[in-house]
């Protein structure tokens, strides 16, 4: 351990300074945009987070002006990132420092763990990047550098395994200077030290890899098979009206893509053919007897923990009146006007059809 501690003072500092790669967040640090950067980087490369960045901070340059936002608006903005709990965290926890911490971010990891949707490794990047407090993360890429560095054995999944590399990330914790070393883990682990085809020579760290040294580096980090994921098949519905107008439903904050706009459907159960799907889940979810016709668009899409196949028809009401049953709220639109609400990347693929009409 001790080598590696003098390798990652002597190597990855100086390496990280001259090789870090530019990024929004990295200037004009502060709190919130710390905060912010590391909510979006939790699922997401830095390619593909940076645009959301630039636009989550022209509408809301400070944390006034989140707290100040309603739900709508903050899911607006992080539309198409996915994960919209953390959205949802973010608004309230932006609404408690407003009001609770007098509009400051706080500064200890107690009161930072504190807020909603920040657990520990949020906390100890906010905590070192923002306040430089000597705390190590705990992500995906400082596990596969602490796993090749070690030659770690264990199933990385587990949580004693995390627990125990966690150890391994505060013991070679440079104290004082927990923002650089936290930077500098994670940049070598995207950049250097990646899943497949590490490139090894250019890594400041190689001299003291025992994942390089056994010949096998990308046997690291040991990882179990991965359970199957579930695939469901989901009906959806454009129903239209006579001024041209169509219907959207709000799902529940407390359900799945939590306060998103949708065309309302659900899941196709065993037996039924998707029509009856489709009129079945308007019955259920408005109040609303339908009339299925022509066919719209299929979708699929990957969600962390299952694959859907969504298969979207046009509708007509044929009897009752929509209400929000199994939703929070519906409204009727001009497809002009669909995108001013926030939706799921499905849906959104569904208002791609209708402009193409």
């Not at 990024?23 to 979006?40: A, D, G, K």
């Not at 079945?280 to 066919?295: A, C, K, P, Y």
């Amino acid at each position: 351990m001790q080598k590696t501690k003098g390798a990652v003072k002597t190597g990855l500092l100086p390496w990280f300074s001259g090789n870090k790669r530019s990024m929004p967040w990295r200037s004009n640090r502060t709190p919130y945009r710390v905060w912010i950067s590391e909510l979006m980087l939790q699922q997401t490369r830095v390619d593909q987070a940076t645009p959301y960045f630039h636009r989550f901070m022209k509408r809301f340059p400070s944390l006034k002006s989140l707290a100040a936002a309603t739900q709508e608006e903050v899911l607006k903005q992080w539309e198409g990132l996915g994960y919209y709990s953390r959205a949802r965290n973010l608004h309230k926890a932006a609404q408690i420092i407003a009001t609770k911490h007098r509009g400051r971010f706080p500064k200890t990891a107690e009161e930072i763990i504190a807020l909603p949707g920040i657990g520990s490794y949020t906390a100890a990047a906010i905590g070192s990047l923002a306040f430089n407090l000597d705390l190590a993360v705990l992500d995906g890429n400082v596990i596969r550098v602490l796993s090749r560095l070690f030659a770690y054995t264990r199933d990385t999944r587990t949580s004693p395994a995390k627990n125990e590399l966690q150890q391994y990330a505060d013991e070679l914790l440079v104290k004082g200077d927990a923002g650089n070393f936290n930077e500098a883990m994670m940049e070598l682990g995207a950049t250097v030290c990646v899943p497949r085809n590490p490139d090894c020579p250019a890594c400041p760290l190689a001299r003291v890899c025992l994942g390089l040294e056994s010949g096998r580096p990308t046997d690291y980090p040991v990882k179990a098979p991965k359970k199957k994921v579930p695939h469901i098949v989901v009906g959806a519905a454009v129903v239209t009206n006579a001024d041209g107008q169509v219907l959207v439903a709000q799902r529940r904050s407390e359900d799945m893509l939590g306060g998103l706009w949708e065309f309302p459907g659900g899941k196709q159960e065993p037996g039924e053919t998707i029509k009856q799907c489709i009129a079945r889940e308007l019955e259920e979810e408005l109040g609303i007897n339908t009339e299925i016709g022509d066919f719209l668009v299929s979708v699929k899409h990957a969600y962390s923990h299952f694959t859907m196949d969504m298969h979207t028809y046009f509708a007509n009401i044929a009897s009752g009146r929509p209400r929000p049953i199994h939703c929070q709220d519906f409204r009727w639109m001009e497809i002009a006007d669909l995108r001013r609400l926030p939706y799921s990347t499905a849906d959104l693929k569904i208002i791609d059809e209708l402009e193409k009409l």
